[in-house]
């Protein structure tokens, strides 16, 4: 079965601060990715996704995240976060059923 | 357009009691999902359907049965409720072109 590995449990980074979240998953095939963030008591919002065509994708806020195939990777960057951005991240793969990582919580100090 | 909405936000409920959570959509989508959300686990789901009708287990079904009697709407329902069931509850649909998922508010449940 597919799975989706996300590295960090919880990073800390102060303001201005260059983000870089890992994102590993099991499936061989053809598939979906995408990029959702958790703000602090709010649903799951869509960050970026990655459907087909140039690897590197921009999303909202700033963010982008880089496909790597040969690395079955999918990894979320920031060149500097802000203290809004302080969240739950998850990374999500869909190859017919999407499995979903379990999460990276980042905190900005301000 | 409302999107994705749940009811209760909260709940508090005794061990062995019942209840049912209820998520509605207004985007049309054929798909819907029931997540636990738990700590360090990330979202797990629970059950899922893929039309009016139609229900499938997830990852962790047991303790939980769903149904989805019109498109719009899709419940969760709990029989005997249990300590282990205290997490958030996400109800999802999926649509648009990349087969995204849009997310409700969440449902807080805690079985004492």
């Known amino acids: 079965a597919q799975s989706v590995s996300q590295h960090n449990h919880h990073v800390i980074l102060s303001e201005a601060a260059s983000l870089e979240l890992g994102c590993n998953y099991s499936?061989?095939?053809?598939?979906?990715l995408f990029w959702y963030v958790q703000y602090p008591g709010q649903h799951l919002q869509l960050l970026l996704k990655?459907?087909?065509?140039?690897?590197l994708v921009k999303g909202i806020k700033g963010f982008e995240a880089e496909f790597i195939k040969s690395k079955f990777s999918f990894n979320l960057r920031k060149p500097s976060v802000q203290w809004s951005d302080t969240a739950e991240y998850f990374c999500a793969v869909n190859a017919g059923d999407m499995r979903f990582g379990a999460g990276t919580r980042l905190t900005v100090k301000p | 357009n409302a999107g994705v909405t749940q009811t209760p936000k909260f709940r508090v409920l005794k061990t062995g009691q019942s209840m049912t959570l209820l998520c509605a959509q207004d985007m049309n989508h054929e798909y819907m999902y029931w997540y636990r959300q738990d700590p360090g686990m990330g979202l797990r789901l629970i059950h899922y359907s893929v039309g009016e009708g139609t229900t499938a287990k997830g990852e962790v079904p047991d303790g939980y049965n769903v149904s989805r009697l019109k498109k719009q709407n899709f419940l969760l329902g709990l029989e005997s409720a249990a300590p282990s069931q205290t997490s958030v509850y996400f109800c999802a649909t999926r649509g648009g072109n990349y087969n995204e998922q849009f997310f409700g508010p969440g449902t807080r449940l805690t079985v004492l």
């Open positions: 499936y061989g095939g053809t598939v979906n």
């Open positions: 990655y459907f087909s065509g140039d690897p």
